[in-house]
C-alpha cells in the first residue's frame, strides 16, 4: 500500500476515521431533529426498543445497543429522572418500563425519527442503500 503524501489523505483512507468523521455528521443532525422532543440521540433506541419490548432486560438492551453496561446504566438514569422510564429490580436483574410519560412521547419519537431518516437521504440525495447498511452491520459484527 503506497505512503499517503499528506496527513488529510491518511485520514480520508482509513476506515476508522471515515466511519468517525460520518458518526459525528450523522450525530449532530439528529441532535438537531430530537432536540424538538427535547432528548439526546442516544436516549431514542431505548425508547423504541422499549416501545416494542417493554420490560426489557437491562443487559439485553445494552447488548442490542453495543454499549457498555456503565454507559447503559447513565443513559437509563437520565431516562428515569426524565420520568420516560422506571426501573423494576428482580434479584439482580434490572427490567426497563416506559412509563406513561414514556409512552406518550413514542409517537412523536417514531414521526422525528422518520423526519430524520429522511433529511439524512435528501442530504446524501442518493440515499442510503439497503447493501450499505448491511455491509456496515456485518462489519461492525464481524469487528466485535
Known amino acids: 500500500m503506497p505512503q499517503p ?21 450523522l450525530t449532530k443532525i439528529a441532535e438537531d431533529f430530537f432536540h424538538k422532543v427535547d432528548l439526546k440521540p442516544s436516549y431514542v433506541p431505548i425508547l423504541l426498543i422499549l416501545s416494542h419490548e417493554n420490560g426489557k432486560i437491562q443487559k439485553d438492551l445494552a447488548k442490542m445497543l453495543c454499549i457498555a453496561a456503565p454507559s447503559m446504566t447513565r443513559l437509563i438514569e437520565k431516562l428515569v429522572h426524565k420520568d420516560l422510564v422506571k426501573v423494576v429490580c428482580e434479584g439482580r436483574t434490572k427490567r426497563i418500563y416506559l412509563t406513561d410519560k414514556g409512552r406518550d412521547i413514542i409517537p412523536e419519537l417514531c414521526q422525528v425519527h422518520l423526519a430524520l431518516h429522511e433529511e439524512i437521504n435528501q442530504l446524501v440525495k442518493t440515499g442510503f442503500s439497503d447493501t450499505l447498511i448491511a455491509e456496515l452491520n456485518q462489519i461492525a459484527n464481524q469487528l466485535q
Not at 503524501?5 to 455528521?25: G, M, T, W
Open 5 to 25: 503524501s499528506c496527513p488529510q489523505e491518511a485520514l480520508d483512507s482509513s476506515i476508522f476515521f471515515a466511519v468517525k468523521k460520518l458518526n459525528r455528521a
